[in-house]
């Protein structure tokens, strides 16, 4: 080791920090009691991976004290300390888990969390816990000793621009013979966290759970311990009450919503686990991160293993919870995850119980399940596309925004099937007032057919397969041929209409398709249409609009050309049945048709300023200028 490295020296913190301690520092929050959940989960962390680690190193375990988390109140030197005998941090370790915040998606919480008039919420959830202590505290003194080493460091910060951090001192040093001690330097204004009634409040009520006994040190008499430091999962049911899961939810997913739905089993039999798992009320913010982490976490026989299991495919990651295996070996390492067939099994076992759940809970409590779809939704439906096997439950567990309403089920919308109809029809675009404008629901509009408004992205993937439920195919009116004929129309004048005079239907087409040439793929008459003149359509075969345009934003795929369907009983169309053959007003009327139907989709013309100049044109003409 190097002078540098051993010699006391003071390290600005990462941008994002010190931007957050700001925060921190200048709260404005009314609740400050997550300052104390938050560090001792932390305290519980380091305890959890020294157990594990100690599974393939016994010998860092030693002959101490058995793992546990002590709470030292000092009323004379106004100071809370939070102690460990876990695994403890190296130099550098302090280095990178106090100085820097590593989670992707850091800044755009920073700026919730602005936003936020409230941020209690947020920053456990978001894994930045330790960092909430300067609510509470002037100044922050850590010690800490990593199991299996001789050196003890000691990081200190007043919540400004940066850090020191030296070696500790040897009175500092024979105290902490391993893990971790946090020395909570309080301000004047945060002087309750002192009282022993005030710790076991805030303990008892976010940190009872913890598997690991929490010893309160008072100042005068014996240490007690103040927490259960039961496997609540490995209880029975009825032994525990609403309270008890809330409070384990909020422990376990380190949140401050109530749970919307609580699964909690024990499975016998080849396996044996016990499952406790909840479905939150509220989105999290790495919800759509790319790695769609899951979150439950793994135990063995009650030895914390690991969060980064999989346990549940990446459609359930908004799932919070653990699973403790009775049968599964405690060294098992990452890429025995990944292969063992007991893990397997149980991934999809709890996956099918899950869903279950679900269908449950969407039959027997329609508020609390609509908290989960409107937080999830958009997550679940990622198993349609993804999960052959359960696609017809993800589909029947669905909730969609129609024409005909908000939240309907695909077996409400087939239960209001009008005469003749055989489809389920859908629309997909990137939000559902745009879609409700759009020209391709007249022709179901006029019959009073109920569609699918589909605004989130995952819709263009999972449409893009084909799809039916209860033996009714899903047909987009974006794609393809669309034959509705055989459905009455709602209104009985709009039903003589379609005998009205039309433009010749071959001229007219010809005419517009040399005017477009390469523009379009081709041009149909439209059945789609009643009022509006044109709309764009993809092949049948090909992947639809909107995917496309999902697809050319990432770069991904090629794009085809569309197809202008055009409707020929509109004027304009007419006008150019009209025309005579070659004439400016043909080629500005054709293009006219295409870029309305562009913009009408949400793209811009491929020339925006021809456009314009086009208009102006036309409109002139039509004011006899």
Request: aromatic share 6%; net charge negative; with cysteine.
């Amino acid at each position: 080791m190097t002078t540098s490295d051993t010699a006391a020296h003071t390290q600005p913190f990462q941008a994002e920090v010190s931007e957050l301690l700001h925060l921190m520092v200048h709260s404005v929050y009314s609740e400050t009691d997550i300052f104390l959940r938050e560090l001792v989960s932390n305290a519980s962390d380091a305890c959890d991976k020294l157990r594990y680690e100690a599974i393939a190193s016994p010998a860092l375990l030693g002959e101490g004290d058995a793992l546990k988390i002590r709470i030292i109140p000092n009323k004379q030197a106004t100071t809370l300390t939070i102690a460990d005998n876990g695994i403890g941090m190296e130099r550098q370790e302090l280095i990178d888990h106090l100085g820097t915040i590593a989670r992707s998606g850091t800044k755009a919480f920073v700026s919730k969390l602005k936003e936020a008039k409230d941020g209690l919420g947020l920053i456990g959830q978001f894994g930045v816990g330790f960092y909430s202590a300067f609510m509470v505290a002037e100044k922050i003194v850590v010690i800490s000793r990593r199991a299996g080493e001789s050196d003890v460091w000691s990081w200190t910060s007043s919540g400004g621009s940066g850090f020191e951090i030296a070696r500790a001192g040897d009175e500092d040093a024979a105290r902490v013979a391993r893990g971790t001690e946090i020395v909570l330097h309080l301000k004047d204004d945060a002087k309750k966290y002192l009282e022993t009634y005030e710790i076991e409040r805030v303990v008892g009520a976010y940190s009872d759970n913890i598997l690991f006994p929490i010893e309160l040190v008072p100042e005068e008499g014996e240490p007690r311990q103040i927490n259960s430091a039961s496997a609540l999962w490995q209880r029975s049911k009825s032994e525990l009450s609403a309270e008890d899961y809330k409070k384990a939810y909020q422990q376990i997913a380190s949140a401050f919503d109530d749970p919307a739905m609580t699964l909690h089993y024990r499975a016998e039999g080849r396996y044996s686990y016990a499952v406790l798992l909840f479905a939150p009320s509220t989105k999290p913010f790495d919800l759509f991160e790319p790695n769609r982490k899951g979150r439950v976490k793994l135990y063995v026989r009650r030895v914390f293993i690991t969060d980064d299991a999989d346990l549940l495919p990446g459609y359930l990651r908004f799932i919070r919870g653990v699973v403790d295996s009775e049968d599964l070996p405690l060294n098992i390492s990452r890429e025995m995850l990944q292969n063992n067939p007991q893990l397997a099994q149980i991934r999809k076992a709890v996956a099918t119980r899950v869903v279950s759940e679900l269908e449950s809970l969407a039959a027997k409590d329609a508020e609390n399940f609509a908290k989960i779809w409107d937080a999830f939704g958009a997550v679940l439906k990622e198993g349609i596309y993804e999960d052959f096997e359960r696609r017809e439950k993800l589909l029947a567990l669905s909730r969609f925004t129609t024409t005909s309403g908000e939240k309907r089920s695909l077996k409400d919308v087939i239960a209001d099937f009008k005469p003749n109809q055989t489809e389920i029809y859908y629309l997909v675009g990137d939000s559902v007032e745009r879609l409700k404008s759009n020209p391709r629901l007249e022709a179901a509009a006029a019959r009073g057919i109920e569609v699918l408004l589909l605004s989130d992205p995952v819709d263009a993937f999972w449409t893009s397969m084909p799809t039916e439920f209860d033996g009714k195919p899903l047909k987009s009116l974006s794609q393809g041929d669309l034959n509705l004929d055989l459905i009455p129309r709602v209104d009985a004048t709009d039903e003589a209409k379609k005998d009205e005079p039309a433009a010749d239907e071959a001229a007219t087409i010809a005419v517009i398709k040399a005017a477009l040439g390469e523009r379009v793929g081709d041009v149909k008459a439209s059945t789609r249409l009643t009022s509006s003149a044109s709309c764009l359509v993809a092949d049948g075969q090909g992947p639809s609009r909107e995917l496309e345009r999902i697809l050319s934003q990432q770069n991904r795929g090629m794009k085809t050309k569309p197809i202008l369907e055009i409707n020929l009983r509109h004027p304009l169309v007419a006008a150019i049945a009209r025309a005579e053959a070659g004439a400016k007003a043909v080629d500005d009327l054709s293009l006219l048709l295409l870029e309305q139907a562009q913009i009408l989709d949400g793209e811009l013309p491929e020339d925006p300023a021809a456009f314009a100049a086009r208009l102006n044109r036309l409109v002139l003409q039509g004011l006899g200028g």
